[in-house]
């Protein structure tokens, strides 16, 4: 997401950063080692909610709890496609399993 809010809509590390809600560091980081990450932006289902979750990331005001629904089908497709690395396959947390946050009103 970060890499696209910087190609597709022209901002720079510090802007995706606030709209992410993260650090610009957190952004250079990534930038650096993302030859080591799993690359979902070739998994079409998960681009589409990653741009979903743009959009509503760059509206004012932000609607968190939408985006946290898009977040959880984005990690419940990729954690049932095992797209994960795979040291987050082998540590998969019970809890995550046990998430209810998507069937709260």
Known sequence: MAQNLIEKHDMNQIEAARVLG???SAISKYNKVRGTTIPLENVPQVQTLAD???TLLMATPVHQTD???LFCQACRLIRSQTL???LCQ??????IDGCDF???P
């Open 22 to 24: 993260v650090t610009q």
């Open 84 to 86: 994960m690395c795979p």
């Open 90 to 95: 082998q540590n998969q947390d019970p809890i």
């Open 102 to 104: 998507c069937n709260q």
């Open 67 to 69: 985006v946290m629904r």
């Open 52 to 54: 979903q979750m743009i």
